[in-house]
């Protein structure tokens, strides 16, 4: 049996900008797959391309066997897509909303009225269903934006980043229902730069940075590659960063060290994969006292998904989201000040 989704060598460039570079990965039947990843990283490219909405420099994409470049309107009819951004007519009701994009399915009336009805159901929003979604909040929105995603019963629905900015409420109900689609059979990618979203729902990851898939299998086993535990410390509120340096060169010669790497947004932090010796903190603690270097603060925690991809990358998921929001703001006051 043909692969849910099937992407190799995947590359797509805006002039001169590369987005996705040779992104490569397989998602089974009836699985959640994550494509996790800060924002910038490629994964809104390498999902646009596999919904037709972009076509790719080179690379090919099927769905259940069907090549998306080839024949688009088949691989349409197999795919549910709600993007990032709702876009949703204010001025008709969630139900008007849901009827108008069954019309546009072509789903006969009887049977688009009863998907509705479940639809309406499962996500909880019957209260809401008869009030204008101009009116409603933005987990609404998400939610009734899902419903019309999913009316034609795709085999395959992806979802660009389902849960951002929802309120924690309306964060479980699209979790939920998430699970019952999988059991039911549908295969799902998400695309979130959310590591406990990720790790919740996905039974398979792809870790995306800088357009390449640098890490992919479930979250358990990429979690147990790394074979040990996190330590964060802070050695100085104010070290200079000749000092952090100097602390990453001693703790990277202790055995127990794995992995030491300095914060590239916190000069005085590092960022450690240690061996699981129950001692471990008292000998980082007694190498950075012998070498005059006193902990500000200091925790430790099993691996997680950010590990992974702080151990792939030199750098965690949150530095890589600051480093590209920083990118942004300063290409903004460039175009600013051409003006």
């Given amino acids: 049996m043909a692969a849910a989704v099937l992407i190799q060598n995947l590359s797509k460039s805006y002039g001169t900008v590369p987005a996705v570079k040779d992104v490569s990965f397989q998602v089974n039947h009836g699985e959640i797959f994550g494509l996790l990843g800060p924002n910038g990283a490629g994964k809104t490219t390498t999902i646009r391309c596999l919904c037709t909405l972009a076509k790719p420099d080179s690379g090919s994409i099927e ?141 398979r990851v792809g870790i995306i940075d800088r357009g390449l898939v640098i890490a992919e299998g479930t979250p358990s086993t990429l979690k147990n590659r790394l074979g040990g535990d996190r330590i964060t410390l802070r050695i100085r509120e104010f070290t200079p960063p000749a000092e952090a340096e100097k602390a990453r060169h001693l703790l990277s010669e202790l055995p127990c060290v794995q992995a030491a790497i ?35 603060g200091i925790s430790q925690s099993r691996p997680s998904l950010d590990d992974v991809y702080l151990a792939a990358t030199g750098k965690t998921l949150l530095d890589a989201e600051l480093s590209a929001a920083s990118s942004r703001d300063l290409k903004a006051e460039k175009k600013q000040s051409m003006r």
């Fill in 63 to 203: 769905i259940g066997g069907v090549s998306v470049l080839e024949q688009p309107r088949e691989a349409r009819k197999m795919l549910g897509y709600v993007a990032q951004e709702v876009a949703l007519d204010k001025i008709l009701t969630g139900r008007e909303l849901l009827e108008l994009q069954a019309a546009l399915y072509h789903i006969p009336k009887r049977e688009a009225k009863q998907r509705i009805e479940v639809l309406l159901e499962v996500l909880d929003l019957h209260s809401y269903a008869d009030k204008k979604t101009g009116t409603y909040s933005g987990g609404l929105k998400r939610r009734i934006d899902l419903a019309a995603g999913l009316l034609h019963q795709p085999e395959v629905l992806v979802l660009d980043e389902p849960t951002v900015g929802l309120d924690i409420e309306s964060r479980v109900v699209v979790w939920d229902f998430l699970r019952q689609l999988r059991a039911s059979g549908t295969t799902i990618i998400i695309t979130s730069h959310y590591l406990e979203e990720v790790d919740a729902l996905a039974d």
């Fill in 262 to 296: 300095v914060n590239p947004n916190q000069a005085n932090a590092l960022n450690l994969v240690v061996t699981p010796d129950p001692d471990v903190l008292m000998t980082i603690q007694q190498s950075l006292k012998a070498a005059e270097l006193p902990i500000f």
